[in-house]
């Protein structure tokens, strides 16, 4: 139970026990968001529990669609609406997709780039955006990178990407996993570029935007009807570009080389 803002909520979370304190995670122009509380949903994702508070005189969306854990972008996208002068209790869960591709098996920081704007507005105009906060819970400092070992498959220009393995899912499609770490200064959208299997080209996507001095985590799927219409029977010998785009201008910062991503 939480008495104060300097009582510690401990709640069990994946195999170990992480607690965090009360603490108010944004307090601009009338919108106050606090952390009330760490734990664990149905479905055994870690989710940070929170108290949204809309004190103007407005309908507002509040939210933060950018997140971050232990370094890692998320693929997280949490938002509320909240009526004028109202308050409602929420959680941010933490995907339990990338925490599990990434190897995060304990969580210590988790940053927040939280938004609002107008619920009823057409223009979607923000009345802020990318207010940041660093909230850490009590595994701060506890923190394994299970990356560190992967293979690597390109390094260069502040960009460095590891080859994280590969999977056939229930429908058979297939996923190709990759890091990659941004030290170029800017933040990065990356496309795929140029992908091809045994030499023959195909067509595929990932989405992924990566904050300066963060890691985040790829995904390529192969889907199983596009495969078997290129009569691609099995997947070997795959390459590709990644185009990295400024996320600010959209100006391009650099295009990789070829990099060959090992299938198991």
Known sequence: MVTSEDTTVEEEASASYTSIKEQVLLDKDGVKVTATGYSVNEYDEDQ??????????????????????????????????????????????LSDDTTKIAGITNIGTVEFYFWAEEKDKDSYEDIFKDEYYKLETSQVGEEVDANTDKQEIYSADGIRITALGNETDEYGNTNLYFCMENNTGKNVYINLEDMSIDG???????????FDSRKGIGVIT????????????????????????????????????????PVE
């Open 48 to 93: 940070i529990e929170v108290t949204v508070e809309n004190n103007t005189d407005k309908d507002l969306k509040i939210g933060s669609e950018k997140i971050v854990i232990n370094g890692y972008m998320d693929w997280v996208f949490w938002g509320v609406d909240v009526a004028a002068g109202k308050k409602c209790n929420s959680c941010v869960t």
């Open 200 to 210: 023959l080209m195909f067509n595929a996507y990932v989405t992924l935007t990566v």
């Open 222 to 261: 192969l889907y199983k009807d596009d495969l078997e219409e290129s009569k691609i029977r099995e997947i070997k010998n795959v390459e590709f570009k990644l185009e990295m785009e400024d996320t600010d201008t959209m100006d391009d910062i650099l295009t990789t080389d070829v990099i060959k991503f």
